[in-house]
């Protein structure tokens, strides 16, 4: 075959987004080569969400000059070297003797295989509906590391949920939530804030444990966009105000905690990045119109 050397066993990766159809069909092309011709090949395969599958595109785009022109939500490399289409590999793959299943539904497996890997993560995944102008601006679903700051995560989950009301005299029984607060700072090339649930201005918030809690870990780095975490008033101050990154931001390694990050709605955190701001504000107020538990694949 002029594919591919034969000599010595061969290394199939698999890399791309956790519940796409395509990202799944490799890598039932790839794992048949495993089983059926395991004397020549071997399997490896990641998969990704869409903030880390994005990630994976752009630094293969700029390792390999023929991954540029590669859309698919999947890269196929053999022995290193990026394949030119999903395409191309499945040729590869019949004519070693593999045939794509007509009766094998790969909508249902790549659903099966999303919702497997949040029940088996131990992680919340919870989700905000953003609006402006009372126009849907879209979805964003967070991966909340629940096994790692349980305290943290359970604060925010609750806040999504509205099951707590407020303890402040001054807001006596005001239903502790997320929905129909503003998103008060965007912050240029830095963050995208949010979480003052009492009067929305930006110097308030309250938790479900009182006024504040304190600073549970900071186990999880500030190490690349789209990480979420709690904006704080210095050290122990957290409450419901949260902020979302849009790039590394290492500084906070040890000043912020980070609890959770960006699942889907990469395009999401691309808008509110991209809004016209006045002193941090948006021109345009957004608000976050509807909060909850993610439970879709």
């Known amino acids: 075959l002029k594919e591919i050397n034969m000599t010595g066993q061969q290394l199939v990766e698999v890399i ?4 796409d159809v395509l990202f799944h069909t490799a890598l039932h092309a790839a794992n048949f080569l495993a089983t059926e011709r395991k004397r020549d090949f071997r399997v490896s395969f990641e998969d990704l969400n869409e903030l880390d599958w994005s990630f994976a595109q752009n630094e293969h785009k700029q390792l390999q000059p023929c991954a540029s022109k ?13 394949q030119d289409s999903l395409e191309s590999f499945l040729h590869l793959a019949q004519q070693l003797g593999y045939n794509v299943p007509e009766d094998e539904d790969f909508e249902k497996i790549s659903l099966e295989f999303e919702t497997a890997y949040r029940q088996r993560s131990g992680h919340d ?50 239903i502790l939530t997320y929905k129909n607060s503003p998103i008060h700072r965007i912050q240029k090339y830095g963050w995208v804030q949010g979480g003052d649930i009492l009067t929305g201005a930006g ?21 690349k ?33 980070a609890f959770g990050q960006i699942y889907r709605g990469t395009d999401i955190l691309d808008a509110l990045e991209a809004t016209e701001t006045f ?17 879709d694949a």
């Open 16 to 19: 791309g987004l956790r519940h």
């Open 70 to 82: 590669y859309n698919e939500d999947v890269i196929v490399k053999l022995n290193g070297k990026v």
């Open 125 to 174: 995944f919870v989700f905000f509906e953003f609006e402006q102008n009372s126009q849907s601006i879209g979805k964003i679903v967070i991966e909340l590391f629940s096994d790692k700051l349980p305290k943290t995560c359970a604060n925010f989950k609750e806040l999504c949920l509205g099951t707590h009301n407020s303890q402040n005299e001054n807001h006596h029984d005001k």
């Open 203 to 223: 110097n308030g918030g309250e938790s479900i444990f009182g006024p504040s809690f304190e600073d549970e870990s900071f186990a999880i780095p500030h190490d």
């Open 225 to 257: 966009r789209g990480i979420v975490a709690m904006a704080n008033n210095g050290l122990h101050t957290n409450n419901s105000q949260f902020f979302i990154s849009f790039r590394a931001l290492e500084w906070m390694n040890t000043r912020y905690v």
């Open 279 to 295: 002193n941090q504000r948006p021109v345009a107020p957004i608000i976050i119109s509807d909060c909850g538990m993610f439970t």
